[in-house]
């Protein structure tokens, strides 16, 4: 096939999933999912060995989908209901399908969003359309749900762990049961008994259908009356969104299209997507943005799971070892997915034995796989830390896999060692559709190229540093997530709610607060969690205090040395009141394969004395990342970016003001409204800040 001028764009990205987990990318573990779709699309194209993104959701899928670090739209943690649209991707800023449409590119999304909205928000579910997608089919919120341990209100909650009836040798467990699947107008039944082929349990089953198992009952005229229909249930049931044709359509609980395994979703919508695409003369791009394996953590239909892991897995969705034999489960499961993705859409092909046939020249589209941030700390893969990974800014929260393949790659199946920063993506696009993105940008990004890596095998590094940081996003009149307090060891401000810190496995001890080992309930921040365990029990607060996560954190590397900045707030005795608490710390590191050297407690130079080296290496990093910080000027009353207080800020703000008033880039003050002391801040500030 001749290479085509514009190519189309299939882009993957994978949730949690950092580079510790990848066997196509030298890593893995003692037990490595099996992931022979990427392995194949890793052969036929180039592994990105030394990729950083973000070391959180959101903040790492901006930086693809942007360009731009955290640090230039205050997007520094996963988004959550409570952060304002000040730490959202806002309608003025350049995302990859506004600057692919200049190109003539279609653009769809399926799958997790976690860019902007819903919440404080003016296009609420709409911000897919609002940023530039013709179509997005998918989740707007991003996290799950929890798992409905009640299974849709067949048994008390606490009940199923892992949110469906298992087999009849496990607890509560049942042979058989009536399937009931709901309908516009009621729902239809099917008895299933016993397991089947691939060994799910009726439970698994029916839920995998998008169906309530009433365990051990025939059918009925009508659906028991306990019976639960709208209430999620983690990877299985979720509020379903679509974007199309300018209208923004929100599906109920009970409509089909949301119910079901996430992966199969995403993938049937891309698929239906992709090929309806046939007929046009246009190149497309499709984003399939899977939710897995984000927690919480359930069991995919058995099916998906060819290597029969999931087997090995027991009914206990909180247990930690299961925990990890799940997450190997849901990747291999995304896996199976994406193979089939490329099969049914003509980018690969079957052998006789099904094994994945890719052959980067047989297609018009260049495949792009990465992972959108460091993966969960619980399961984490040796040799990588599981103590210092999603949510810091060490190498097992920010080191990622990254593999491109297609037409345009020259001598596939190579390893580039080189650093590539979650920004150069976004680059990488406009460069497959022949975009100049500096011109195209005038916000600026910091995205560097990648298209030689693509044509010239021996390519010098482009980048002399990379960088990755993290930390709060804007709340109103300062607001942050509540603490939530892992292991009962260390205090973070990541999960956005009380939820999402017990569904990876936190004590919460914010409002609402219930757990046995919560202190003191209703607290605002992590430091004041040590302050109470201070007031229990001061004889013994240096063996009871909590490490306290940092709340705003960067970390700067070359190619042989690493610094970090943490920044945290802990608990001052003698003040009764939280201090600021920052260390700065260097390592040496590497990407070997066996045994990389890692950013480990314990070997932080700093704590000796410098070499001469080492120390010219710090002064370096120092000073680079002093300059990167600095780089990023406030400029008061320029809502929409473009480097200059003038009238369109005005109009722009009596547009917002007349239509919402809420939270928007406009808020200048993060009260959460749009108001008149936001405009006086624009016209007090009029001509300034010309860039």
Avoid at 564 to 586: C, F, K, P, Q
Wanted: overall charge negative; glycine content about 12%.
């Amino acid at each position: 096939m001749s290479e085509p001028s514009t190519p189309n764009i299939l882009f993957v990205i994978m949730d949690d999933v950092g580079v510790d987990q990848i066997p196509a990318m030298g890593y893995g573990g003692l037990v490595a999912p099996e992931m022979p779709s990427i392995e194949a699309i890793a052969d036929g194209g180039l592994r990105f060995r030394n990729t950083w993104s973000m070391p959180e959701c959101s903040p790492g899928r901006s930086a693809l989908m942007t360009g731009r670090y955290p640090m230039r739209n205050n997007i520094n943690q996963a988004i959550g209901p409570n952060d304002l649209a000040n730490s959202q991707i806002d309608p003025w800023e350049m995302t990859v399908p506004k600057l692919l449409t200049a190109a003539g590119y279609a653009n769809a999304m399926f799958g997790k969003f976690h860019l902007a909205g819903p919440e404080h928000n003016e296009a609420g579910n709409g911000t897919p359309a609002t940023l530039g997608w013709d179509h997005f089919f998918g989740w707007t919120g991003g996290l799950p749900g929890s798992i409905d341990t009640t299974a849709g209100g067949v048994a008390p909650a606490g009940t199923y762990s892992c949110g469906f009836v298992p087999d009849e040798t496990r607890a509560n467990g049942a042979y058989s049961g009536a399937c009931y699947v709901a309908t516009a107008h009621g729902a239809s039944c099917t008895v299933i008994a016993g397991a089947n082929a691939a060994g799910d349990s009726a439970g698994l089953q029916c839920l995998t259908r998008g169906g309530v198992l009433n365990p051990g009952a025939v059918c009925e005229a009508s659906p028991p009356p306990g019976l639960i229909f709208n209430r999620e249930n983690a990877h299985y049931v979720s509020p379903l969104v679509v974007n199309r044709n300018g209208a923004v359509e929100e599906a109920d609980l009970r409509d089909a299209r949301g119910r079901g395994y996430r992966s199969t979703i995403e993938v049937n919508a891309a698929i239906d997507w992709i090929k309806g695409r046939s007929a046009s003369n246009t190149p497309w791009m499709a984003t399939v943005s899977f939710s897995s394996a984000h927690t919480p953590l359930q069991h995919p239909p058995g099916s998906l799971v060819p290597s029969g892991a999931n087997s090995r897995l027991s009914d206990d969705c909180k247990d930690p070892v299961n925990q990890r034999l799940l997450s190997d489960a849901m990747i291999e499961a995304m896996d199976t997915e994406l193979g089939r993705l490329l099969v049914e859409t003509g980018i690969a092909t079957r052998a006789v034995d099904g094994s994945l046939i890719y052959d980067p020249s047989a297609s018009d589209t260049m495949v792009v796989v990465v992972g959108d941030n460091g993966s969960f700390g619980p399961l984490v893969k040796l040799p990588f830390d599981a103590g210092r990974a999603k949510g810091t800014a060490y190498q097992s929260g920010v080191w990622v896999p990254l593999i491109v393949a297609g037409p345009l790659v020259t001598s596939p199946d190579r390893n580039v060692e080189h650093m590539v920063n979650a920004t150069d993506v976004f680059r990488l696009f406009g460069e497959i559709a022949g975009i100049d993105v500096t011109q195209a940008v005038p916000r600026g990004v910091d995205a560097e190229q990648m298209m030689p890596y693509l044509t010239n095998p021996a390519q010098a590094s482009i980048r002399d540093i990379n960088f990755t940081q993290g930390g709060l996003n804007i709340q109103a009149n300062g607001g942050r997530n509540g603490p939530c307090v892992f292991y009962g060891n260390s205090c973070s401000h990541t999960p956005v709610s009380k939820g999402v810190c017990e569904d990876n496995g936190g004590a919460w001890w914010g409002v609402g607060a219930d757990d046995p080992s919560v202190l003191k309930p209703g607290l605002q921040q992590c430091w004041q969690v040590n302050q109470a365990i201070y007031a229990n029990d001061s004889a013994n607060y240096d063996t009871n205090r909590i490490t306290m996560g940092a709340t705003h954190y960067q970390a700067v590397r070359n190619d042989e040395y690493k610094l970090v900045v943490n920044r945290a707030l802990d608990y001052h005795i003698a003040t009764d009141s939280g201090v600021e608490v920052v260390t700065e710390e260097i390592y040496r590191i590497d990407q070997d394969r066996t045994a990389p050297r890692l950013d480990r407690e314990g070997e932080n130079l700093l704590a000796g004395v410098l070499t001469t080296v080492e120390q010219a290496n710090y002064d370096a990093l120092k000073t680079q990342l002093n300059g990167l910080l600095a780089s990023q000027i406030a400029c008061p009353g320029d809502g929409d970016g473009n480097g200059v207080v003038d009238a369109k800020d005005v109009t722009n703000y009596t547009a917002i003001n007349g239509s919402w008033g809420l939270s928007s880039a406009y808020d200048f003050n993060f009260d959460g409204v749009t108001d008149a002391q936001d405009l006086q801040i624009i016209n007090d500030n009029i001509g300034a800040c010309p860039q």
